[in-house]
Each structure stands twice: as C-alpha cells, then as structure tokens.
C-alpha cells in the first residue's frame, strides 16, 4: 500500500494562492489514480479533485472548477494541488489520496494521508 504525506498548507488571504504537495512511497506510485479531498470543521469530507494515473484525466468539483489544478509527476512520485483565488469557503484539512482504480470512481481511493490544514481569511 501506498504512503502519503501532505504539505504546504497554510494561512492565507481571500484571493491568495497555495501549492499542496504530496509525496508517496513505493515505487507503485505510477499506478495509482490521485486525488484531494477536504473536510472542513463540522462537515463530512468531500471530494476536491483527482488525476488518472498518467495525468491526462482530471475530475474537479464544481466548486473548485477553474481555480484549482491537480498535477502529477511520476518521476517524483507527487502529486500537487494548486489552488487560485481562494475563497473563505475553501477552509478545511486538504487530504491526499489513492486509488488502483479509476480516477472518476471515488469509492475507490483507500490510502490517506495525514492531512494538511488550509486556512483562508476574509
């Protein structure tokens, strides 16, 4: 099974941007679809967006569409969340996760990381 740990979380203002960065063991790593989901405080954790295993295929929330972008580099084995014209609504622990299925069927994603908290203020 896969390892993953998080980081670049933060404080940051209404507008800002901020790089989430999740790296895996294992040298599986191009195998697995990726994928980001939030939970924020008092509220079940929901999806954000994932990446198929090559990168091409991507599947964000609409929430999120035009102002976050999921990339991957397997070479590296990360994945990134680059998150654009944060909203105060985006305020959650952002988690990593991974899945040997398909990047669009979320049931599947079973490995987790810690969590990284995004903080962002009006």
């Known amino acids: 099974q896969v390892q993953l740990v998080e980081s670049g979380g933060g404080l940051v203002q209404a507008g800002g941007s901020l790089r989430l960065s999740c790296a895996a063991s294992?040298?599986?790593?191009?195998?697995?679809?990726m994928g980001w989901f939030r939970q924020a405080p008092g509220k079940e954790r929901e999806f954000v967006t994932t990446?198929?295993?090559?990168?091409?295929?991507?599947y964000y929330a609409d929430s999120v569409k035009g102002r976050f972008t999921i990339v991957r580099d397997n070479a590296k084995n990360t994945v990134y969340l680059q998150m654009n014209n944060l909203k105060p609504e985006d305020t959650a622990v952002y988690y990593c996760?991974?899945?040997?299925?398909?990047?669009?069927?979320?049931?599947?994603?079973?490995?987790w990381g810690q969590g990284t908290q995004v903080t962002v203020s009006s």
């Open positions: 990446i198929s295993w090559n990168g091409v295929d991507k």
């Open positions: 996760a991974a899945s040997l299925g398909s990047y669009n069927y979320l049931p599947n994603f079973n490995s």
């Open positions: 294992g040298r599986a790593f191009r195998y697995y679809s």
